[in-house]
């Protein structure tokens, strides 16, 4: 999941796009949640990547 080159970030993005978005195009309000669980997706990544980055 976590990937050194600038292509391959992209890729995983787009991976964990695709997680999220079938649960948020099931529910009525599809904007709301699909931002409601992007940001819960972004907020489960960052912790796991922050100790993963270059220094």
Known sequence: MFKDT???SIITV???TRAY???ATAT???TCR???LG???AAHYLPL???QRRK
């Open 49 to 51: 990547s922050l100790p």
């Open 6 to 8: 600038s292509p391959i």
């Open 34 to 36: 699909f931002l409601e």
């Open 21 to 23: 978005g079938p649960a």
């Open 14 to 16: 787009a991976e964990l």
């Open 39 to 41: 940001l819960l997706t």
């Open 28 to 30: 009525v309000t599809v």
